[in-house]
Every structure is written in C-alpha cells, then in structure tokens.
C-alpha cells in the first residue's frame, strides 16, 4: 500500500502563486506515473497534470499549461505542482495521486487509472 499526503495549499490572490506538495509512504518502489487532481465545489474531479515514473515525461491540462509545472523527487519520494499566475477559477480541493502500473512513460489523465489518492488540499484564489 501507498500513502499520500498532500501540503501547501491555501489562500491567494488572483495573480499570486502556490506550491503544492505530496509526499509518498509504504510501498512507494510501485509508483509508477503520478498526477494532480482537482474539484471545485459542486463540479466533479479534474485531471490538472500528471509526470512519467522518472519525470521526463510531462501532460497538463489546457485550463493550466503554461502556468502550472508539476514536478518530481523520487528519492523524496514526492511530487511537486507550481502553480503561478492562479486564477479564481483554479480554487479547488487539489488531490495528489499515484499509479502502480510497471508503464515507465505513462501520464494518464483519468482518475481511473490511478491507484492511490491523497487527502487533498484546499486552494483559494480571491479575485
């Protein structure tokens, strides 16, 4: 099993900027691909970005690219989401989530191809 915790979320300014974090525990040798999650209220759950097992590989969104850069540390165990320029529309629990599926250079972008879930993080940008 694989534990997820997620950090850094919290309120910012229309314009300003966020790090998220997420670090990983228990049997972290099966992550394979991680990515970021979001929902706002009352929406379902959105795919924002997700990273290949050794990070080469990166996809985002289109609401986000260019402005968000998700990252990653293995020996951290941990992964990263910059996000500048935060929009009101960005505000949203951010969920942290990891896939244990032997793909090297996979970025899935469903949230059913995805094993692990954090608890998530609230992020709220005022305009």
């Known amino acids: 099993q694989v534990q997820l915790v997620e950090s850094g979320g919290g309120l910012v300014q229309a314009g300003g900027s966020l790090r998220l974090s997420c670090v990983a525990s228990?049997?972290?040798?099966?992550?394979?691909?991680m990515g970021w999650f979001r929902q706002a209220p009352g929406k379902e759950r959105e795919f924002v970005a997700a990273i290949s097992r050794s990070g080469g590989r990166t996809y985002y969104a289109d609401s986000v690219k260019g402005r968000f850069t998700i990252s990653r540390d293995n020996a951290e165990n941990s992964e990263y989401l910059q996000m500048n320029s935060l929009k009101a529309e960005d505000t949203a629990v951010y969920y942290c989530?990891?896939?244990?599926?032997?793909?090297?250079?996979?970025?899935?972008?469903?949230?059913?191809?995805?094993?692990?879930w954090g608890q998530g993080t609230q992020v709220t940008v005022s305009s």
């Open positions: 989530a990891a896939d244990d599926s032997p793909r090297y250079l996979a970025t899935p972008t469903s949230g059913f191809e995805y094993d692990y």
């Open positions: 228990g049997r972290t040798v099966s992550i394979y691909a």
